[in-house]
């Protein structure tokens, strides 16, 4: 079975017209028109449209797939829509041993887990303080401050970066985490505050009256209160940390300490010709992130607009 | 942005004022003291000690001395850094205009009467959380043997070698997958933006006799206007700093045809012009204040999203 013609030229230009009768059929339904004859057949080819569109975005990941599971002789033939026959999990073996998968994988759940932990924490407890305080100066400027790097692209402060944490013993995973949460932090810290500013005050004064200090009253009160923030926040921070490659492969200095997508690069030099292991690595690891988000997916998509929209 | 100035107003509400020599609570400082600290040392000062040595001619380590504006001189003069300005500018500029209307197509599209909504929807999001090099390695794949095969097989010479090699389209491919990818975070917000619209506009509308393109360019558009701004302008600025897809897709190549920003900035750090891309890095950073102050000014008035 060969499908080879559906290249992505063809299909973003499907992409392109298909959305655009897409866009004026669903007006006139979305809109609440009256009923009219071809109604029900446009809802239709709009959604086959999209159909097709889905496709387009569903391909790469598919061609993934098929490849990591061909024996390498079929891998080789240049035909990446074909189903893998025989069947054949040798790439994931090889994979899994050639990038060290296990020890990889330790070293992403880490920089992700961290940085996920520290942009929460640092981020919700600044964010409490320059709110309670506005009308104080320091926190007042700490909060323009601590905004400015929203201004900062990475690539911009990365050579001294490079320099000070390999000098400080930080060119590790742990050096990574510090310097994503930094560049996470005024985004979180202007979602927190945002939110923030709309827990009423009186919540807060009748727990004082109660005897709450402010440490028991931001744990017991306010932190679970940002649960919903925390969740963009945190779904921002893994995203970012786990998929990124140029910070970590320009801070972490060991190669045996690098994250999942810096150690795929071994299939652009060395063993460049085993498709179906390269491909079996890249799946390994992408589907960490793909199968967290089909679980939580109405939490990504809502987390995504919402961050979007304040920041 | 609305935030901030939402913060400023709300304070301006009396009330607050005679409380502004209140003792504040000692714990407040230790809330605020780590972000403070830890932002200040890895952000802050690696940014002065950049900047500070873009005056000098240091190559990173040993001796150096100072050599003031003689970097930047220089780089407004270097072929290569002016190629890859002109390179990411006009790659961000094209990749904006290609996400913004595929996206907002497919938002209307997603936001019309349709089946599977949902899970047409799920499925668009998914690119936003696959790794960009990991994918432009599959991209690079099939640019490199699919397409060439497919066009080797259908009798179409153009397509008969990968885009990839020819320095003229291999920023295509960039676009090609940069859009893949980003298109989910734009759409999410055109989603955002259209449903925020009220039907009854468009019934109003429709009993006005206003057809459907008349509908999308006189309703729609006007009324998602700052969604388009605030996509425009967040796309430009990633898309400045293009760097993982990039080199997972062409590494730069062919030549330094691909050669972002990013890529040049980081270059420096292995060929041992840290100095001079030091400078590069500051111009960089002065032209991303510039689209901040932009971003800024125009968010700011638009504080009903």
Same mark, same amino acid.
């Given at each position: 079975?060969?499908?080879? $013609?559906?290249?992505?030229? @063809? *299909?973003?230009?499907?992409?392109?017209?298909?959305?655009?009768?897409?866009?004026?059929?669903?007006?006139?339904?979305?809109?609440? @028109?009256? $009923?009219?004859?071809?109604?029900?057949?446009?809802?239709?080819?709009?959604?086959?449209?999209?159909?097709?569109?889905?496709?387009?975005?569903?391909?790469?990941?598919?061609? *993934?797939?098929?490849?990591?599971?061909?024996?390498?002789?079929?891998?080789?033939? #240049?035909?990446?829509?074909?189903?893998?026959?025989?069947?054949?999990?040798?790439?994931?073996?090889?994979?899994?041993?050639?990038?060290?998968?296990?020890? #990889?994988?330790?070293?992403?759940?880490?920089? *992700?887990? #961290? *940085?996920?932990?520290?942009?929460?924490?640092?981020?919700?407890?600044?964010?409490?303080?320059?709110?309670?305080?506005?009308?104080?100066?320091?926190?007042?400027?700490?909060?323009?401050?601590?905004?400015? /790097?929203?201004?900062?692209?990475?690539?911009?402060?990365?050579?001294?970066?490079?320099?000070?944490?390999?000098?400080?013993?930080?060119?590790?995973?742990?050096?990574?985490?510090?310097?994503?949460?930094?560049?996470?932090?005024?985004?979180?810290?202007?979602?927190?505050?945002?939110?923030?500013?709309?827990?009423?005050?009186?919540?807060?004064?009748?727990?004082?009256?109660?005897?709450?200090?402010?440490?028991?009253?931001?744990?017991?009160?306010?932190? $679970?209160?940002?649960?919903?923030?925390?969740?963009?926040?945190?779904?921002?921070?893994?995203?970012?940390?786990?998929?990124?490659?140029?910070?970590?492969?320009?801070?972490?200095?060991?190669?045996?300490?690098?994250?999942?997508?810096?150690?795929?690069?071994?299939?652009?030099?060395?063993?460049?010709?085993?498709?179906?292991?390269?491909? /079996?690595?890249?799946?390994?690891?992408?589907?960490?992130?793909?199968?967290?988000?089909?679980?939580?997916?109405?939490?990504?998509?809502? #987390?995504?607009?919402?961050?979007?929209?304040?920041? | 942005?609305?935030?901030?100035?939402?913060?400023?107003?709300?304070?301006?509400?009396?009330?607050?004022?005679?409380?502004?020599?209140?003792?504040?609570?000692?714990?407040?400082?230790?809330?605020?003291?780590? %972000?403070?600290?830890?932002?200040?040392?890895?952000?802050?000062?690696?940014?002065?000690?950049?900047?500070? =040595?873009?005056?000098?001619?240091?190559?990173?380590?040993?001796?150096?001395?100072?050599?003031?504006?003689?970097?930047?001189?220089?780089?407004?003069?270097?072929?290569?850094?002016?190629?890859?300005?002109?390179?990411?500018?006009?790659?961000?500029?094209? +990749?904006?205009?290609?996400?913004?209307?595929?996206?907002?197509?497919?938002?209307?599209?997603?936001?019309?009467?349709?089946?599977?909504?949902?899970?047409?929807?799920?499925?668009?999001?998914?690119?936003?959380?696959?790794?960009?090099?990991?994918?432009?390695?599959?991209?690079?794949?099939?640019?490199?043997?699919?397409?060439?095969?497919?066009?080797?097989?259908?009798?179409?010479?153009?397509?008969?070698?990968?885009?990839?090699?020819?320095?003229?389209?291999?920023?295509?491919?960039?676009?090609?997958?940069?859009?893949?990818?980003?298109?989910?975070? +734009?759409?999410?917000?055109?989603?955002?933006?259209?449903?925020?619209?009220?039907?009854?506009? !468009?019934?109003?509308?429709?009993?006005?006799?206003?057809?459907?393109?008349?509908?999308?360019?006189?309703?729609?558009?006007?009324?998602? %206007?700052?969604?388009?701004?605030?996509?425009?302008?967040?796309?430009?600025?990633?898309?400045?700093?293009? !760097?993982?897809?990039?080199?997972?897709?062409?590494?730069?190549?062919?030549?330094?045809? +691909?050669?972002?920003?990013?890529?040049?900035?980081?270059?420096?750090?292995?060929?041992?012009?840290?100095?001079?891309?030091? %400078?590069?890095?500051?111009?960089? =950073?002065?032209?991303?204040?510039?689209?901040?102050?932009?971003?800024?000014?125009?968010?700011?008035?638009?504080?009903?999203?």
């Amino acid at each position: 079975m060969s499908t080879i $013609p559906l290249n992505p030229d @063809t *299909t973003a230009k499907k992409a392109t017209s298909g959305a655009d009768t897409g866009s004026t059929r669903s007006i006139t339904t979305g809109g609440g @028109t009256p $009923p009219m004859k071809g109604r029900k057949s446009g809802r239709w080819s709009t959604t086959v449209i999209l159909i097709l569109c889905a496709v387009t975005v569903l391909l790469p990941l598919y061609v *993934t797939i098929s490849m990591a599971f061909k024996t390498s002789g079929q891998a080789v033939d #240049g035909n990446a829509f074909s189903l893998p026959a025989p069947f054949s999990i040798d790439g994931f073996v090889q994979a899994w041993e050639l990038t060290r998968f296990p020890v #990889g994988f330790a070293m992403s759940f880490i920089v *992700t887990a #961290g *940085t996920v932990i520290f942009t929460i924490i640092l981020a919700s407890f600044a964010s409490y303080a320059i709110v309670r305080n506005w009308d104080h100066r320091l926190f007042r400027y700490s909060f323009f401050y601590l905004l400015g /790097a929203m201004f900062i692209p990475f690539p911009v402060v990365a050579l001294p970066q490079i320099q000070l944490t390999g000098r400080f013993g930080l060119d590790n995973p742990l050096g990574v985490i510090l310097l994503a949460t930094m560049f996470q932090l005024s985004f979180s810290v202007l979602l927190f505050t945002a939110f923030l500013r709309s827990i009423p005050i009186e919540l807060e004064e009748s727990a004082r009256i109660d005897g709450a200090t402010t440490w028991q009253t931001f744990w017991k009160l306010i932190f $679970p209160l940002l649960a919903p923030m925390s969740a963009t926040v945190g779904i921002f921070a893994f995203l970012y940390a786990w998929n990124d490659f140029m910070m970590p492969s320009l801070i972490i200095s060991d190669a045996d300490m690098q994250t999942l997508p810096v150690r795929q690069n071994l299939f652009q030099s060395q063993f460049s010709s085993d498709y179906n292991v390269a491909f /079996a690595s890249y799946l390994m690891a992408m589907a960490p992130a793909i199968i967290a988000y089909l679980f939580a997916q109405r939490w990504v998509m809502e #987390g995504v607009t919402q961050g979007a929209l304040k920041g | 942005m609305t935030a901030t100035k939402s913060i400023v107003t709300g304070s301006g509400t009396g009330a607050k004022a005679p409380r502004s020599r209140r003792k504040i609570d000692p714990i407040y400082y230790f809330f605020l003291f780590p %972000a403070v600290l830890l932002f200040t040392l890895a952000i802050t000062v690696p940014g002065i000690i950049g900047i500070f =040595f873009s005056l000098t001619d240091s190559i990173g380590i040993g001796q150096w001395e100072f050599t003031g504006f003689t970097n930047y001189v220089a780089a407004f003069s270097d072929p290569a850094i002016l190629s890859s300005f002109l390179f990411t500018f006009g790659f961000a500029l094209v +990749t904006v205009i290609v996400v913004n209307v595929i996206a907002f197509m497919l938002a209307v599209g997603l936001t019309s009467k349709i089946r599977f909504k949902m899970g047409l929807r799920a499925i668009f999001v998914i690119p936003m959380v696959v790794s960009g090099i990991i994918i432009a390695y599959v991209f690079q794949f099939l640019f490199q043997n699919s397409l060439p095969a497919a066009g080797g097989a259908l009798g179409i010479p153009f397509l008969e070698t990968s885009i990839l090699a020819n320095p003229d389209l291999a920023w295509l491919g960039i676009v090609i997958v940069t859009a893949w990818q980003s298109i989910p975070g +734009t759409l999410l917000i055109y989603i955002a933006g259209l449903l925020s619209i009220p039907g009854d506009v !468009y019934e109003a509308a429709s009993i006005d006799g206003a057809n459907s393109r008349q509908q999308l360019f006189g309703i729609t558009l006007p009324l998602v %206007a700052g969604y388009v701004v605030i996509n425009v302008i967040l796309g430009f600025k990633n898309y400045l700093n293009a !760097y993982d897809i990039i080199v997972g897709l062409t590494g730069g190549g062919p030549g330094t045809s +691909t050669r972002s920003i990013s890529m040049t900035i980081i270059r420096g750090f292995q060929t041992g012009d840290y100095a001079y891309q030091m %400078a590069t890095a500051t111009l960089f =950073f002065i032209i991303t204040i510039i689209i901040a102050v932009l971003q800024l000014s125009v968010t700011r008035g638009r504080s009903n999203i």
